[in-house]
T-cell receptor, first 115, second 112 residues
Framework: DTGVSQDPRHKITKRGQNVTFRCDPI?????LYWYRQTLGQGPEFLTY????????KSRLLSDRFSAERPKGSFSTLEIQRTEQGDSAMYLC?????????????FGPGTRLTVL | DAKTTQPPSMDCAEGRAANLPCNHS???????VYWYRQIHSQGPQYIIHGLKNNETNEMASLIITEDRKSSTLILPHATLRDTAVYYC?????????????FGAGTTVTVRA
């Protein structure tokens, strides 16, 4: 499967714990995006990378959130001191700037439940 | 990005065409209309996009009105697997913009 993959698919944690999610984009896609989706709503943009550079962060991304893409390939999203309001689906997408339609390909998401 | 308005839900009979409307009356000249869909428990999936001409691919057709203030996504022969939330998104692109602004979308239920 050469699509976007995310790990884990599901994560249950207790309030106050730290969690880290991983996203592996489509090979050679230079753009990588993180979105968050709560129940009944459309996905909301969190941040994006072009290669290893993080070029924009949404105001939704509080100081407890940090994302990295150290070598311009996979990315991690860490949430520190989780709160119940962080419960959501975290989606990763990738695209290739300047090639084709620049459509974003999404992974299956990581569903986070904070107890 | 221009705001879009979609009906919250619609039903469609299997085998019939599904016509999904979207209003984007404040669209700018350099903004494209994109459609994505999200099947339950999956990530969104790109369907089609267009600027001002009608577009067709293997999944759907996109009809954009001449004034570009509205568009219709057509699924020509809906199947049960087309049951999903469909998002109409207007954005600058395709090579310049970087994020998608999703609304609530239209929940389409295809019935046997």
């Amino acid at each position: 499967d050469t699509g976007v993959s995310q790990d884990p698919r599901h994560k249950i944690t207790k309030r106050g714990q730290n969690v880290t999610f991983r996203c592996d984009p489509i090979s050679e896609h230079n753009r990588l995006y993180w979105y968050r989706q709560t129940l009944g709503q459309g996905p909301e943009f969190l941040t994006y990378f072009q290669n290893e550079a993080q070029l924009e962060k949404s105001r939704l991304l509080s100081d407890r959130f940090s994302a990295e893409r150290p070598k311009g390939s996979f990315s991690t999203l860490e949430i520190q001191r989780t709160e119940q309001g962080d419960s959501a689906m975290y989606l990763c997408a990738s695209s290739s700037l300047g090639q084709g339609s620049n459509e974003q390909f999404f992974g299956p998401g990581t569903r986070l439940t904070v107890l | 990005d221009a705001k879009t308005t979609q009906p919250p839900s619609m039903d469609c009979a299997e085998g019939r065409a599904a016509n999904l409307p979207c209003n984007h009356s404040t669209i700018s000249g350099n903004e494209y209309v994109y459609w994505y869909r999200q099947i339950h428990s999956q990530g969104p999936q790109y369907i089609i996009h267009g600027l001002k001409n009608n577009e067709t691919n293997e999944m759907a057709s996109l009809i954009i009105t001449e004034d570009r203030k509205s568009s219709t996504l057509i699924l020509p022969h809906a199947t049960l697997r087309d049951t999903a939330v469909y998002y109409c998104i207007v954005r600058v692109g395709p090579s310049n913009d970087y994020k998608l602004s999703f609304g609530a979308g239209t929940t389409v239920t295809v019935r046997a």
